[in-house]
T-cell receptor, first 114, second 110 residues
């Protein structure tokens, strides 16, 4: 079946603009994770959803970041008033209840803030 | 909080040689992962190790886990150019998330 998909694949935005990144997990996967990969910080965990709920948002880097998930499926990560340090590849992963240890990653969204 | 350290961070190998990448982690983790990443690509799962003494092999790669030593290894046998990539180990976080090491960039040269 289809894997995790993310859109857009690339996004260039001006500093101060808002951006929305989308993740479409594997059908039936209940858990969804957002990560960020940058040269300086490596791979960082941002937020986790079980169903539509995110029990802990402390991994989000600042209050400019927010995420939601609707219908237990698609998730959006929103960054308000983007800064240059937000430039990174944003990766989404999902896993199923029956195999919770297997996380499948999407292709990522490369965000460049100019 | 779990911390994961890999070494070496860079590894240049000749084809046909063997080598081992080491992954140490700071606190108890009930699982240990190895992922591969090719340039400009996403992460591909290689192995998930769930118990002490677990050993998994796929082709020229073999991963093992020693939970008492808090150490996992990824052994490469008779390296070939196609294995050139960055390899990440990761432990399990409290929310089921992955906590990654910095990655080992492997370059296999003829």
């Amino acid at each position: 079946g289809a894997g995790v998909s993310q859109s857009p694949s690339n996004k260039v935005t001006e500093k101060g603009k808002d951006v929305e990144l989308r993740c479409d997990p594997i059908s039936g996967h209940t858990a969804l994770y957002w990560y960020r990969q940058s040269l300086g910080q490596g791979l960082e965990f941002l937020i986790y959803f079980q169903g539509n709920s995110a029990p802990d948002k402390s991994g989000l880097p600042s209050d400019r970041f927010s995420a939601e998930r609707t219908g237990g499926s698609v998730s959006t990560l929103t960054i308000q008033r983007t800064q240059q340090e937000d430039s990174a590849v944003y990766l989404c992963a999902s896993s199923s209840r029956t195999a919770p240890y297997e996380q499948y990653f999407g292709p990522g969204t490369r965000l460049t803030v100019t | 909080e779990l911390k994961v350290e890999q070494n070496p961070l860079f590894l240049s190998m000749q084809e046909g040689k063997n080598y081992t990448i080491y992954c140490n982690y700071s606190t108890t983790s009930d699982r240990l992962y190895w992922y591969r990443q090719d340039p400009g690509k996403s992460l591909e799962s290689l192995f998930v190790l769930l118990s002490n003494g677990a050993v998994k092999q796929e082709g020229r790669l073999m991963a093992s886990l020693d939970t008492k030593a808090r150490l996992s290894t990824l052994h490469i046998t008779a390296a070939v150019h196609d294995l050139s990539a960055t390899y990440f180990c990761a432990g399990g976080g409290s929310q089921g998330n992955l906590i990654f090491g910095k990655g080992t960039k492997l370059s296999v040269k003829p």
